[in-house]
């Protein structure tokens, strides 16, 4: 009889948690139609995917980007959707650029109510092929920049008492990824950044959410930066950014994010269903470490180009483009990832 109460009482306390938390869920709920939503990186790949589903919800967006020619394009085929729109070229890495654009963005649209920070660069190949500046690259764009855009939105929303902020950083800022090391390193700083942000903002109306996808199928691996065998490098990379059961559509992880930002989601992380690697890392971290240290053995040596590095659409070889990686190359049309970028 005793047992029977406990496990009652035990179930209507998991019962009243959960309702509960359904009911601050919906209490942080709110909509996109009418709101401003600023983007870094929106001119292509995530940012632009994620554009087109704001402008599709009633949002007005403004986006950054670092090339001129790449935000027109994005901004024209928004207002073709019947979005309001405005771009200002901008390198969230340096602290002037980021003030001006933000700047602008309060003048043209008044204020910002939603900040998504996606601009990222990854580079790939094996720890001797990257420098000093690989990494500090890496951390202008996924830390500092962030933290920028972050700063310089701040006043306005603890002004108006209210405000969202989104940092799309990786799984990889969640475990080590081989011959990906300024990339995770930065993004862990991101995750780390992010969650404290969470902490110290809530108190002022403003909920920070972090998003951490495993591989997201936006045809990115284009213009990814290759070093040492730099064609093998871009084989594996952009193979398994192509394969349905690792990756996922660029769409769905899309509506997931904007999804975790009107529900004031704390951490979210997303994945194809048919990932293991995510529930695995999760209850056998140790193994999983393991096998991406097995992993690492079998990816190519150092060599080829060395600490140089090529863009993904200068490392075309046998294996890619070529069928496998035909979900990718075709997401890369779609995207606005088919132009060659300066440095």
């Not at 950083?169 to 390193?185: F, I």
């Not at 140089?308 to 979900?327: I, Q």
Request: some cysteine; glycine content about 10%.
């Amino acid at each position: 009889m005793k047992g029977s109460t406990l496990l009652l009482a035990a179930g209507a306390g998991l019962a009243a948690a959960l309702a509960a938390r359904a009911a601050l869920r919906h209490s942080r709920r709110f909509s996109f139609g009418g709101r401003t939503v600023l983007i870094s990186g929106g001119s292509r790949g995530m940012g632009l995917v994620l554009a087109r589903q704001l402008v599709d919800a009633g949002a007005r967006v403004a986006l950054l980007a670092r090339t001129a020619s790449d935000l027109e394009q994005a901004a024209s085929e928004l207002r073709e959707r019947g979005g309001e729109v405005f771009v200002v070229p901008c390198d969230v890495g340096r602290l002037d650029e980021v003030h001006s654009a933000v700047q602008q963005t309060l003048a043209h649209f008044g204020h910002i109510d939603v900040l998504f920070n996606v601009a990222g660069i990854i580079q790939v190949g094996p720890l001797e092929a990257m420098t000093r500046d690989d990494f500090r690259r890496a951390m202008d764009v996924h830390f500092w920049g962030p933290l920028n855009t972050t700063l310089e939105v701040l006043p306005q929303m603890r002004r108006r008492g209210w405000g969202r902020i989104v940092n799309v950083a990786s799984l990889g800022g969640k475990r080590a990824v081989p011959h990906m090391l300024p990339y995770t390193a930065s993004k862990f700083a991101l995750v780390g950044l992010s969650n404290g942000l969470r902490t110290e903002l809530a108190k002022d109306g403003i909920l920070v959410t972090t998003v951490c996808p495993s591989l997201v199928r936006t045809g990115s691996p284009r213009n990814a930066l290759f070093k040492g065998q730099y064609r093998k490098e871009y084989a594996w990379f952009s193979v398994a950014d192509s394969l349905p059961g690792l990756a996922m559509s660029a769409e769905r992880a899309a509506a997931q994010i904007l999804r975790a930002c009107r529900d004031g989601e704390r951490e979210v992380v997303l994945r194809n269903p048919a990932n293991l690697a995510v529930p695995l890392q999760s209850m056998l971290p140790g193994t999983t470490q393991a096998l991406l240290g097995a992993l690492a053995r079998l990816l190519p040596r150092m060599g080829g180009i060395g600490q140089f590095s090529a863009y993904g659409y200068e490392s075309a070889s046998r294996w890619s483009p070529s069928w496998l990686t035909r979900l990718s190359d075709t997401a890369a049309r779609r995207n606005n990832e088919m132009r060659a970028r300066p440095e």
